[in-house]
């Protein structure tokens, strides 16, 4: 049978779980705006009742603790996400970098400097100036000078896609430092969530946990394996283990081909981190995919122009009445041996105009038949299949498709990740309103429970008076 | 359901993206280009390229054709006064051949025939910018020279090179006639022959009055030869001239077009700049509206 006494103590529970849950939402607010922090619910539990003489008793309420609202999977999609939205975004400002050599020209000017496009009709019109005067000493310096502008312009544009590639490889080659931090941390919190709290979850040490994955998340692509007793093991989208339980694995870099590779226990990763996501994965789509495919384009186009034009005028008759021979050969352009590096090679090595040869092989050097097929070039279809304005025009169109695919997948992967953050939020942020509201259901509990402590206590004091009224009040 | 109480932060987002809209906007305004970047129209971009390439090379031409049309004007007025020394020979050897000449005169007839073949020689030695135009390939010297003896002979130092300059629509014109086809032709076209004959037929006082008959028909002949020659100069200088005017009226299409693809459209991007202006205000108020302290439960307790 219930007493006044286990009336007093089940009400001083309820006053302490009152004043616990109060802290909870104190902490909540508190943390309203720190990163990673997930909103915590207080936890009643009904005390086991107390069964006297057949009558069950109850024995009031416990505060147990306060739980995390938490979706794993949600987190883990969001974590998936980010991987994905933070790798098109560094592959994207490489692109935009990339793409900014290459800006189109407005045509203001008929020959605006730095365009490769108008650089190459140039090169080829001043051959059409030839045609009436072939031995015009002042059409014959043009030609030297559009081609100097031209394989400049080239040369200059494949020197700046060596060095963006540069700049990427030793942003990228940074990346390790990060991830190797990120990856003792959480082993380390995983270790101690394993030892605290196996069974449920870690709160404020599974929030530090899951910040580290999700910065973890958009430096390299990630799954995630949760294993018995709240462990986590996690590894890159290929496979490769970053970390299990409470331990770890460095990653280490290497230099193989002038490019920075990711090593882990001894294993290349690099082509598997490339397509794996993370900002590490653009940096290293744009180092490796997005840059030699727009350095290739211009090898080739180098190569084309340098070797054909080469051949051309090597077939003619100079100023001087001399024809390219093996031995000296009347270049134009320095002859490559190989596609690759055509570019960054391009030069001009004829310094005497006179050795263009404008006349045809034996003819006299008033003729202006060769001439008139170097201008022909311009038409022709020696660059991969395309003529060379055709091919310059096809690389642009494919670099700004390739820019702006990427942009696309972007801003998808970014309202995706928008999404699924407002998802997240919507269950783990901390909502002030909810909080209020809380609080003051918590403060009329803790009111209620002091008013029936203050009942007790006007009943208690009856019980000692025995029913007069003298000192107990 | 609970609502995402960050959405204070997804509308700065937005805020954001507004903002960069109105900066590309912006940047579309002040350049006056709509494409700024390749990836903003990658399509519009490669056509940019070609078309650009095409206005060039119309320019390019254009040039050339001006400076071609120098040349070929050159050449025509050389022959033009060829042909009116050649009239002169003619109606000198006829006067000549009519047997009222007395030695001294017809010896007089054969210096100033002699005269008019120096004239001619002199014309078909025409030089431009420094090339002889009738050379062939040999512009770098003189293609004709005629030599002291009786009857003289002039000879062509130049070669049958012939030189085109092509149309960007692939079109050859023909720069030059070579100075052998036009002086030197063959059998009774050959201009240079006639005259030399003639001045040997009278520079001895006595005429073989037939034979210096034949010799002034055959200068006919070689007349007619150099005019036929003319023509293929006149109808160059007709092409090049259409050639051009077709080029520049391309030209004028292209440019157009070139314009059309890259000039902002000042109307459209106005309108979307405002658009964006007032999606940025409308933002800016919604959030100080939310995030006003006011509107929290706490400030109603």
């Excluded at chain 1, 030839?130 to 014959?140: D, G, H, I, K, V």
């Excluded at chain 2, 100033?112 to 062939?136: H, K, P």
């Amino acid at each position: 049978m219930g007493t006044i006494s286990s009336a007093f103590s089940i009400m001083s529970q309820a006053l302490d779980a009152d004043q616990e849950a109060l802290n909870v939402v104190a902490n909540n607010v508190a943390n309203a705006t720190t990163t990673g922090y997930t909103v915590e619910t207080p936890t009643f539990e009904e005390n086991s009742p107390v069964t006297i003489g057949g009558m069950s008793m109850g024995q009031g309420v416990t505060e147990t603790g306060a739980t995390s609202a938490r979706n794993k999977v949600l987190e883990a999609r969001l974590d998936q996400q980010q991987q994905l939205a933070s790798s098109s975004g560094s592959r994207l400002t490489a692109l935009n970098t990339l793409q900014a050599l290459f800006t189109p020209d407005t045509g203001s000017s008929s020959s605006s400097a730095g365009d490769i496009g108008s650089d190459i009709t140039n090169f080829f019109d001043s051959f059409t100036s030839l045609e009436s005067l072939p031995t015009n000493n002042a059409a014959r310096q043009s030609v030297l000078s559009t081609a100097g502008t031209l394989a400049g312009d080239i040369s200059n544009a494949a020197a700046s896609l060596n060095s963006q590639r540069t700049a990427i490889d030793q942003e990228a080659a940074g990346a390790p430092t990060q991830i190797n931090a990120l990856t003792s941390a959480i082993a380390q919190l995983n270790q101690q969530i394993t030892t605290t709290s196996p069974n449920a979850d870690a709160g404020t040490l599974e929030d530090q946990r899951q910040q580290d994955i999700s910065q973890l998340s958009q430096l390299v692509g990630i799954n995630q394996i949760t294993s018995p007793n709240n462990g986590l093991a996690i590894t890159t989208t290929s496979g490769q283990l970053l970390l299990s339980g409470n331990t770890s694995f460095q990653m280490t870099t290497g230099t193989v081909d002038g490019v920075t590779n990711f090593y882990l226990n001894n294993t290349n990763v690099t082509a598997g981190l490339t397509t794996g996501g993370g900002s590490l994965g653009g940096e290293l789509t744009a180092r490796d995919q997005d840059i030699p495919n727009a350095l290739s384009s211009l090898d080739q186009l180098a190569y084309s122009i340098s070797t054909t034009v080469n051949a051309q005028n090597n077939s003619g008759t100079d100023f001087d009445g001399n024809t390219g021979t093996a031995a000296n050969p009347l270049n134009i352009f320095s002859q490559p041996d190989s596609v690759a590096n055509s570019a960054i090679n391009m030069s001009v090595v004829m310094t005497d105009p006179n050795q263009i040869a404008a006349a045809a092989a034996g003819a006299g050097t008033g003729d202006s038949a060769n001439a008139t097929a170097m201008a022909a070039m311009s038409g022709q279809t020696f660059v991969n299949g395309q003529t060379p304005i055709n091919f310059y025009s096809n690389f642009v169109t494919t670099l700004g498709s390739t820019v702006s695919g990427v942009q696309t997948e972007n801003t998808a992967q970014t309202a995706s990740v928008t999404q699924l953050q407002t998802q997240n939020d919507t269950l783990s942020g901390v909502n002030l309103n909810d909080e209020a509201s809380q609080m003051t259901t918590f403060e009329r509990s803790y009111q209620a429970a002091s008013q029936v402590f203050s009942t007790l206590n006007t009943i208690m004091a009856s019980v000692l008076n025995l029913g007069e009224q003298s000192t107990v009040s | 359901m609970r609502v995402d109480p960050f959405y204070a932060t997804n509308l700065v987002g937005s805020l954001d993206s507004a903002q960069a809209n109105e900066q590309q906007l912006t940047a579309e305004l002040s350049s006056g280009v709509s494409i700024n970047s390749l990836s903003q129209n990658p399509v519009g971009s490669g056509e940019n390229v070609l078309l650009l390439s095409q206005i060039q090379q119309d320019d390019s031409f254009t040039q050339s054709s001006s400076q071609v049309t120098g040349q070929l004007q050159v050449a025509d007025s050389a022959l033009g006064s060829v042909i009116s020394s050649l009239t002169s020979a003619i109606s000198l050897a006829t006067s000549a051949n009519n047997g009222t000449m007395n030695a001294s005169n017809t010896k007089s007839v054969a210096n100033e025939i002699s005269g008019l073949r120096d004239e001619v020689q002199s014309f078909a030695n025409t030089s431009y910018q420094g090339q002889y135009i009738f050379a062939g390939g040999q512009i770098s010297s003189a293609p004709f020279s005629t030599s002291n003896t009786s009857p003289a002979v002039t000879t062509y130092n130049g070669d049958s090179d012939v030189n085109y300059l092509e149309s960007p629509n692939g079109q050859n014109i023909q720069l030059n006639v070579p100075g052998n086809q036009i002086f030197m032709g063959s059998g009774t076209n050959s201009v240079f022959a006639a005259l030399n004959a003639l001045v040997a037929d009278y520079s001895s006082g006595t005429v073989n009055v037939t034979q210096a008959v034949d010799d002034t028909q055959a200068l006919g002949t070689a007349l007619n030869y150099v005019s036929q020659q003319r023509v293929t100069i006149d109808n160059s200088i007709n092409q090049v001239s259409a050639a051009s005017e077709a080029v520049t009226n391309v030209k004028l299409q292209l440019t157009t077009a070139q314009t059309n693809l890259m000039q902002a459209n000042f109307g459209t991007v106005s309108t979307q700049l405002s658009q964006a202006e007032t999606q940025q205000t409308a933002l800016e108020d919604v959030i100080a509206q939310l995030n006003s302290t006011s509107n929290t439960l706490f400030s109603k307790l």
